[in-house]
């Protein structure tokens, strides 16, 4: 394991105020309760923050709800627009300091996470551009009648987030969201509220209305509270699949609140013959194994041709075991994300072996110092009835199958409870589509892999998720007509 030099400590800067941000101020919680932020990196802790219970966040909604009528109503699409503009300036500003706390936070390599970060204040500026531009209809009914429909805002949203890619989630969300005329209680991950803290700060310095964005940390209880909320009007998560059924559950047995997914992925990754071998090891290899595997949408079943397998699976190995793990503030992979993550990626890889997938490299855990550190870990000779094909891991553990035709591919692609995202690599355009049309993922890449872009629709398909982030459908999610 590489070692952490001191130096990149003295660069995690940490939000001058670690509170509830509750209609434009800072408190404490009710109850008064705090818990610990763990860093993957050192196993220390980082700092304490509130404990949300119900209480806060019915102040929380209770806040975003008049909001809804104050000011913020009152300033109308150019008014937010112009808050989102320059809410954009400000998280530009401070782009550097945000991906190494973002880093130190959740153990995500600080090479991926600032160029994620990079591309947020982007992000924001292109959901402030549709503040203005969404607008009803008045169709051509009869000459008795006049018609016409609004679009409207949803109203007091929830915004429950992840803790692999926090900042780059809140943002995906809060842009649209307040776009479009709503108000936010945003519930971080327990694991990694950190930045989220961060844009309170900015979202308080650029002006935005008290009540407008909320900030309640704590743990799934503090996320069930908002699930069942009576006066919250959506829930926008992303998460597990097992998590993402309680949320829906939640919202139908208390106000059949909208509900948006994003969950789960087994992601398909297609090899085929025809690939130049070195360019589709390098695609694969960033595909599972970028930000520690801790991605949605990884490809984590790569499919490879018979024809070149042997050959894509050495240069696999020797991929993977050139890269160095250890202090995400450098250019290395990073721990996983907390102990019970990192508990459970090695049950996974035990069980691979177990079950008679060959273990081309890693597989174990580092030692020699504290983190929760995973060696890249690729698997040859996987199946498809194996438990590290069928579930997802959520780690850096590449499993690499073998196929001979197209048809079998397709099949075996689609044969998962999940349907997130998918790729293929190949030069043939006749293989581009067999693998795009047929296959049931949200999102597809072609010769490349995992990015993502405002302009672009994404979610997924069966227990993926519903509901679209992104592109003029995800703008739309968050309007009522």
Partial sequence: VAKMADKNLNNVVLPTQLKLYI????????SGQKFPV?????????????????EDVDKAVAAARRALTGPWAKMGPKGRRNLLLKLADAIERDIKPLGVLES??????VSFQQPVIGCLPDDIRYYAGWADKVDGKVPNISEEFHAYSR?????????????????WSLITKLGPCLAMGNTAVIKPAEQTPLTAFKVAELIHQVGFPKGVVNIVTGHGATGAAMTKHMDIDKISFTGSTEVGRLVMKAAADSNLKKVQLELGGKSPLVVFGDADVDEAVEIASNAIFTNNGELCTVGSRTFVHSSIYSAFVEKTRKRAQALVVGSPLEKNNGPLVDKDQYDRVLSLIE????????????????????GFFV????????????TIAREEIFGPVQ?????????????????????????VITKDINNVFAISNNVKAGTVWVNTYLPVFPQCEFGGYKQSGFGREGGAEGVLEWTQT
């Avoid at 209609?23 to 009710?30: A, F, L």
């Avoid at 130190?104 to 390599?109: D, E, S």
């Avoid at 060696?375 to 194996?386: A, G, Y």
Wanted: with cysteine.
């Fill in 23 to 30: 209609d434009g101020e800072w408190v404490d919680s009710v």
């Fill in 399 to 423: 499993s690499i199958l073998k196929f001979d035709t197209v048809e079998e591919v397709v099949r075996r692609c689609n044969a998962t409870q999940y349907g997130l995202a998918a790729g």
């Fill in 104 to 109: 130190y936070n959740n153990g995500g390599p």
């Fill in 38 to 54: 763990i860093s993957p990196v050192d196993e220390k802790v980082i700092c304490h923050v509130p404990e949300g219970s119900l």
């Fill in 151 to 167: 679009k409207e805002p949803i109203g007091v949203c929830g915004l429950i987030l992840p803790w692999n890619v926090p900042l």
């Fill in 375 to 386: 060696q890249p870990t690729v698997f040859s000779n996987v199946t498809d009835n194996m």
């Fill in 351 to 370: 069980t691979g072996k177990k079950e008679g997938a060959k273990l081309e490299c890693g597989g174990i855990k580092h030692s020699g110092g504290p």
